[in-house]
Nanobody, 111 residues
Framework: QVQLVESGGGLVQPGGSLRLSCAPSGSIFSRAAMSWYRQAPGKQREFVAT???????NYADSVKGRFTISRDNAENTVYLQMNSLKPEDTADYYCTALGSWGPGTQVIVSA
């Protein structure tokens, strides 16, 4: 089973940026699609972005143009660059691959 660990969350002002990282265990990373989801307080978990093994990406409409998902197969890491953050981006962000989920990292966007 893949083990995933997210990092990079924190408190940021509206309009600011954060970069989340996810480092999965195992040698399957380069062959696996990786995705980010988020769950805001009192809401259901929702899709944010995904990147295929070949690099094809897809985003939720709410983050298009502001968030960028990328992967570094050599470093065994997937990133989520989040720019122009809004208070509604406040949530716990989760990395997922092959049916496994990380514990999440909290992002708070507040003045």
């Amino acid at each position: 089973q893949v083990q995933l660990v997210e990092s990079g969350g924190g408190l940021v002002q509206p309009g600011g940026s954060l970069r989340l990282s996810c480092a999965p265990s195992g040698s399957i990373f380069s062959r696996a699609a990786m995705s980010w989801y988020r769950q805001a307080p009192g809401k259901q978990r929702e899709f944010v972005a995904t990147i295929a093994s070949g690099g094809t990406t897809n985003y939720a409409d709410s983050v298009k143009g502001r968030f960028t998902i990328s992967r570094d197969n050599a470093e065994n890491t997937v990133y989520l660059q989040m720019n122009s953050l809004k208070p509604e981006d406040t949530a716990d962000y989760y990395c997922t691959a092959l049916g496994s989920w990380g514990p999440g990292t909290q992002v708070i966007v507040s003045a």
